[in-house]
């Protein structure tokens, strides 16, 4: 059976796949987030969904439920949506497809697989997958933004833009699979990984910010990121406060400090 359902099939021109899934690819939720503010920014329109029975374990990520007076008023499941945005219509040459959703429990095979072929009957150019990792950097600096890529061709391209190539041996994320298996289908791609603060207890608007400036300049397009600006502002004042109200915070900071200044880039990653 499907698992993918269309309510139309865009005409698309060699677009760019963006994909951005809660769970572990999520730290910080600046994948959920920064793919989420390209949907509403953008106007995207959804297109087709990914039914969500076969590929998770409702006890790990259940469903959710809204009860009024007793009375059952809604009840969902995690949706895993697909929306596309034409580049002409926005001024542009760049025509966008977004995958928003979680990361798979189940299946990744045959979940990839509705991805690869959407991609293929579409004619995607690339895939950019998004994501957001814990890692020992402070607020106060700049995010890293780390790359894999599933094609050696595009190590220099990326280095180019700032983005550090790196090492990693250990558990793999879905966006690993995908990527190695779009590439035996000729589609070239990366992941894209912002580095969020370990002591964050906030979605970290900051770092999906940065993240979003790095594709748009990829893309080489524009994105309106003015309200993703402030609410990264907000943050920033807010960690400030609580820090200067704890000493043993303002200490890791410090430390955080001289460990950013000193590091060559971020040495792992899923």
């Not at 809660?22 to 509403?40: C, E, N, Q």
């Not at 995207?44 to 374990?57: G, N, Q, V, W």
């Not at 699979?177 to 970290?204: E, F, N």
Request: charged share 25%; net charge neutral; glycine share 8%.
């Amino acid at each position: 059976m499907a698992s993918l359902t269309f309510t139309e099939l865009p005409s698309l021109t060699s677009p760019y796949l963006i994909i951005g899934l809660s769970g572990w690819t999520d730290a910080g939720l600046v994948a959920s987030r920064s793919t989420s503010y390209l949907v509403k920014k953008l106007g995207m329109i959804k297109f087709a969904t990914i039914e969500p029975d076969e590929f998770y374990s409702f006890n790990v990520e259940r469903p959710t439920t809204v009860i009024k007076g007793g009375v059952i008023e809604e009840f969902n499941f995690k949706s895993n949506d697909l929306y596309y945005s034409l580049g002409r219509e926005r001024g542009e040459d760049v025509d966008l497809i977004v995958l928003t959703g979680s990361e798979p429990h189940l299946r990744w095979a045959k979940y990839g697989k509705e991805i690869i072929d959407l991609s293929v009957k579409l004619g995607v150019k690339f895939c950019y997958a998004l994501g957001g990792l814990l890692d020992r950097v402070p607020h106060t600096r700049p995010p890293l933004i780390s790359a894999v890529v599933n094609d050696a061709s595009l190590s220099r391209l990326l280095l180019t833009k700032k983005l550090k190539m790196i090492d990693y041996e250990g558990p793999a994320s879905f966006y690993t699979y995908l990527l190695t298996q779009l590439r035996r289908q000729g589609i070239l791609g990366a992941s894209l990984w912002g580095h969020v603060p370990q002591y964050i207890a906030y979605a970290d608007a900051n770092t999906a910010l940065h993240l979003l400036r790095r594709l748009s300049d990829l893309l080489n397009t524009k994105f309106d990121l003015t309200d993703l600006e402030r609410e990264a502002k907000r943050l920033r004042e807010t960690l400030d406060k609580e820090v200067a109200q704890d000493p043993t915070l303002t200490s890791l900071v410090r430390s955080l400090e001289l460990e950013y200044d000193m590091r060559s880039g971020p040495s792992y990653i899923g």
